[in-house]
């Protein structure tokens, strides 16, 4: 096992560069499935969840080219192998579910481990196989050698309308890509409006695909013949970024993150303004200049886009615990997604919580810990916890860190964190 050991650093200054966004290159990746011909996804992150993704499409039937210098990825898929995403694989993340929809529209089967029940929450995906089904999809779950499937047949799609009871992210995205070569049109009502959506269905029209309203709460696909290859570039990571923007904030620094989309940032933007620090948004950069100021605690509820987002949330807990004053923090989007207030109170910080709403008092000073990383988020934030703490923090199981951020201590360390990789 590995472990980040973190010492307390001055404040971080300079320029970062943000990697391509994990959670839009992951559907682009399962959407390539659509076509026949050879898709090109420029900025693509060398992580561990796209290295997963890459292994299952591959055992589908995919070609994949991963040029990690100058990071692009190259995926053709002539001929579908194995209609599903194996146990081994599929169970190591939650986004091998969303090859469910691409492979039902390419081929009219398909048959996927369900992901391990995430730390997270429980995760379900009834709104996926909901809307398949309405699509025509017959769904049945299974148990075999100790896993769980979902497998998926139809003889082929019809377009209709869906109404998502939750903007799920991964619902929305997979339903599109079920969609787009169904037959008629689809309407998807009460749709994730997430950048990522917008992203995939810029993929998806590239590829001849004709989806409208991607960005909005109501999307439109009419279903076409046939979709050809295409070349794209991802997003930049609004998570990532945003975790710098805090990490700025949090060790009274002044960072630049350079290909960054600052309409993408808007409630990071806001509530990070609210504490007192100034960010500045440029054309392709933010900057969150933090010298001089001291933290004012804020409030903060997650919602679903373009409400602030849960994937920020346990980073902002970590600033909370060294702001002035209470700040409070209502989860509303996963269930169980407060594992890291356990591992900041090891550090000092004064944090109750009932159900998903949790109370912060700001300290003057957090102290190291052994502390354990919970989810690729709650990582990040006990980092940044250490940034500012007294005395020496090791952060374990950094391997959900590496799931989502792209050189994560090389970039830090860029910046001045006093952060090490160490292997135990
Ligand atoms: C995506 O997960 C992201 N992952 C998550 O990022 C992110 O936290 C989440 O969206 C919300 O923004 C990827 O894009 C790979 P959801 P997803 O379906 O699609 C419930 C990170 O840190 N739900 O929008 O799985 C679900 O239980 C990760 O990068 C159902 O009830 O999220 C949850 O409470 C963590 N039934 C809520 O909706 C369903 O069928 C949001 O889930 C589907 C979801």
């Given at each position: 096992m590995?472990?980040?050991v973190?010492?307390q650093?001055g404040?971080l200054?300079?320029d970062?560069?943000?990697?391509?966004?994990k959670?839009?290159?992951?559907?682009?990746?399962?959407?390539s499935?659509?076509t026949?011909?050879k898709?090109?996804?420029n900025?693509?992150?060398?992580?561990?969840?796209?290295?997963v993704?890459?292994?299952?499409?591959?055992?589908?039937?995919?070609?994949?080219r991963?040029?990690?210098?100058?990071?692009?990825l190259?995926?053709?898929?002539p001929?579908?192998?194995?209609?599903?995403?194996?146990?081994h694989l599929?169970?190591?993340?939650?986004?091998s579910?969303?090859?469910?929809?691409?492979l039902?529209?390419?081929?009219?089967?398909?048959?996927v481990?369900l992901?391990?029940?995430c730390?997270?929450?429980?995760?379900?995906?009834?709104?996926?196989?909901?809307?398949l089904e309405?699509?025509?999809?017959?769904v049945?779950?299974f148990?075999?050698?100790?896993f769980?499937?979902v497998e998926?047949t139809a003889e082929h799609?019809?377009?209709?309308?869906?109404y998502?009871d939750?903007p799920?992210?991964?619902?929305?995205?997979?339903?599109?890509?079920a969609?787009?070569?169904?037959?008629?049109?689809t309407?998807?009502?009460n749709?994730?409006?997430?950048?990522?959506?917008?992203?995939l269905?810029?993929?998806?029209?590239?590829?001849?695909?004709?989806?409208k309203?991607?960005?909005t709460?109501n999307?439109?696909?009419?279903?076409?013949?046939a979709?050809?290859?295409?070349?794209?570039?991802?997003?930049?990571?609004r998570?990532?970024?945003?975790?710098?923007?805090?990490?700025?904030?949090?060790?009274?620094?002044d960072?630049?993150?350079?290909?960054?989309v600052?309409s993408h940032?808007?409630?990071?933007?806001a509530?990070?303004?609210?504490t007192?620090?100034d960010v500045?948004?440029?054309?392709?950069?933010?900057?969150?200049?933090a010298?001089?100021?001291?933290?004012?605690?804020v409030?903060?509820?997650?919602?679903?886009?373009?409400g602030?987002?849960t994937?920020?949330?346990a980073?902002f807990m970590?600033?909370?615990?060294v702001?002035?004053?209470?700040?409070t923090?209502?989860?509303?989007?996963?269930e169980?997604r407060?594992?890291?207030?356990?591992?900041?109170?090891?550090?000092?910080?004064d944090?109750?919580?009932?159900?998903?709403?949790a109370?912060?008092?700001?300290?003057k000073a957090?102290?190291?810990?052994?502390?354990?990383?919970t989810?690729?988020?709650?990582?990040?934030?006990?980092v940044?916890a250490g940034?500012?703490?007294?005395?020496?923090?090791?952060?374990s199981?950094?391997?959900?860190?590496?799931?989502g951020?792209?050189?994560?201590?090389?970039?830090?360390?860029?910046?001045?964190?006093?952060?090490?990789?160490?292997?135990?």
């Amino acid at each position: 096992m590995a472990k980040y050991v973190v010492r307390q650093s001055g404040a971080l200054m300079g320029d970062l560069v943000a990697s391509g966004s994990k959670n839009a290159v992951l559907p682009l990746m399962a959407a390539s499935l659509l076509t026949d011909d050879k898709c090109r996804i420029n900025d693509t992150p060398a992580l561990r969840d796209v290295e997963v993704l890459c292994r299952i499409l591959e055992d589908i039937g995919g070609q994949i080219r991963f040029n990690k210098e100058e990071k692009y990825l190259e995926i053709e898929t002539p001929q579908i192998r194995a209609a599903g995403a194996a146990p081994h694989l599929a169970g190591r993340m939650r986004a091998s579910i969303l090859v469910l929809g691409p492979l039902l529209a390419r081929i009219g089967k398909a048959t996927v481990a369900l992901p391990g029940g995430c730390a997270i929450g429980a995760r379900p995906i009834d709104l996926h196989l909901k809307g398949l089904e309405a699509m025509g999809a017959k769904v049945q779950t299974f148990e075999k050698d100790g896993f769980d499937f979902v497998e998926a047949t139809a003889e082929h799609l019809k377009g209709c309308e869906i109404y998502l009871d939750f903007p799920s992210v991964g619902a929305t995205q997979n339903l599109i890509m079920a969609a787009v070569l169904a037959e008629g049109t689809t309407l998807i009502q009460n749709a994730a409006e997430e950048p990522e959506i917008v992203d995939l269905a810029n993929f998806l029209n590239k590829m001849g695909a004709k989806v409208k309203g991607a960005g909005t709460d109501n999307i439109r696909i009419e279903g076409v013949k046939a979709l050809h290859g295409t070349e794209h570039t991802v997003i930049p990571d609004r998570i990532e970024t945003g975790t710098f923007m805090v990490a700025a904030a949090i060790s009274g620094g002044d960072l630049t993150i350079h290909n960054a989309v600052a309409s993408h940032l808007t409630p990071i933007t806001a509530k990070l303004r609210e504490t007192g620090v100034d960010v500045f948004e440029g054309e392709d950069f933010i900057r969150v200049d933090a010298r001089g100021k001291s933290l004012k605690a804020v409030n903060i509820k997650t919602l679903p886009y373009p409400g602030f987002p849960t994937d920020m949330q346990a980073q902002f807990m970590a600033l909370l615990a060294v702001a002035k004053g209470k700040g409070t923090i209502n989860e509303t989007v996963f269930e169980n997604r407060f594992m890291h207030i356990d591992q900041l109170r090891k550090m000092g910080a004064d944090i109750t919580y009932a159900d998903r709403k949790a109370s912060i008092i700001g300290t003057k000073a957090l102290h190291g810990a052994q502390v354990r990383a919970t989810d690729l988020r709650a990582g990040a934030a006990l980092v940044l916890a250490g940034l500012v703490a007294e005395g020496v923090t090791e952060v374990s199981q950094v391997y959900y860190i590496e799931r989502g951020y792209e050189e994560f201590v090389e970039k830090m360390r860029s910046v001045g964190a006093d952060i090490e990789y160490i292997e135990e």
